[in-house]
Every structure is written in C-alpha cells, then in structure tokens.
C-alpha cells in the first residue's frame, strides 16, 4: 500500500517549489506501474482524515505486504497513526518529498520515523520510487514477496 496524508492531494498545486509538479493521480499512476513491473500489486491511498489512515493501516493488516508512508503533516503530531503503524505489523518506508531535516525545527522529527524500516527524505517523487524498491527488497529478503 501507498498511504499518503494530509494535503497530498494538492500535490503538484500546492507549494510546488518544495513538493514539486508531479499531482497525486500521476504519482499513483506510475507508483501503480512501477510495482506491477515488479511483480507486486500497490494500493494507493491518500486522506485528509486522521482516522481514514489509521483504518487504513489497520486494513493492511489483511490486505498488504507493506507500506510506503507519507504521513504529512500527522507524521509530526499523531500518536495515533504511530500506533497504528506498529498495530499494522507491516514493514513501512517513509518517504517525504522535501528534505524535513533541512526545514523548520518542528518538521526535523516525526513521530512514525522510528517504527519504519527506514526514511526517504528530500528526492521529490523519486523517494516514492526508492521506497518501493527497497520496500520490495526488504520482503525479497524475507521471502514474502
Ligand atoms: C511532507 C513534509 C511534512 O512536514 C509536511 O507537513 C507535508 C509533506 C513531505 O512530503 O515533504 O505535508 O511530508
């Protein structure tokens, strides 16, 4: 599953300069076809609604290998999709467009960073794309995909 937060659906209008052009459907789109290339089968998902995520990770439970997250800005704020994410028993990647770490100091840490595998942050739509490979290569790895 490809899980993606609060705003994402103004990506491409909404701050270009730090989010880039690429919109969400073109995003999911070639996410979509860069996995069946692969083998794997991606469901895309994105929310505004705190509550919309958390269900959908309780959902991958069932239904998902793995996750690619961009929690946005809930990644900063929300105790609750952090336990959602360790209570979906799935191996996460995060990704961030821009690079947190180089932005305000409330951005530098989020609070989903330390259940993912591991963070991809401040490569634009191109970490969606190195997510998904080492997401796929993680559950190589482990024999589940
Ligand atoms: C973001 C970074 C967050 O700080 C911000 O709230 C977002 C997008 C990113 O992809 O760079 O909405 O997750």
């Not at 993606?4 to 491409?12: A, F, M, Q, S």
């Not at 459907?25 to 794997?40: F, I, S, V």
Request: charged share 20%.
């Amino acid at each position: 599953m490809m899980l993606n937060g609060p705003n994402l659906n103004l990506l491409g209008a909404r701050e270009p300069e730090l989010y880039g052009r690429t919109t969400l459907d073109a995003l999911e789109a070639d996410m979509t076809a860069r996995a069946a290339e692969a083998g794997a089968e991606l469901l895309c998902v994105q929310s505004n609604h705190e509550g919309t995520l958390i269900d959908a990770l309780h959902d991958a439970r069932q239904s998902c290998d793995g996750v690619i997250l961009n929690p946005a800005g809930y990644g900063h704020t929300s105790v609750a999709l952090r336990d959602a994410l360790i209570a979906c028993e799935r191996p996460a990647v995060e990704v961030h467009l821009s690079n947190i770490a180089r932005r305000e100091p409330f951005r530098h840490k989020t609070l989903t960073a330390d259940v993912a595998i591991g963070t991809i942050s401040g490569f634009g739509v191109l970490g969606y794309r190195l997510a998904l490979q080492a997401l796929l290569a993680h559950l190589d790895a482990l024999g589940e995909h």
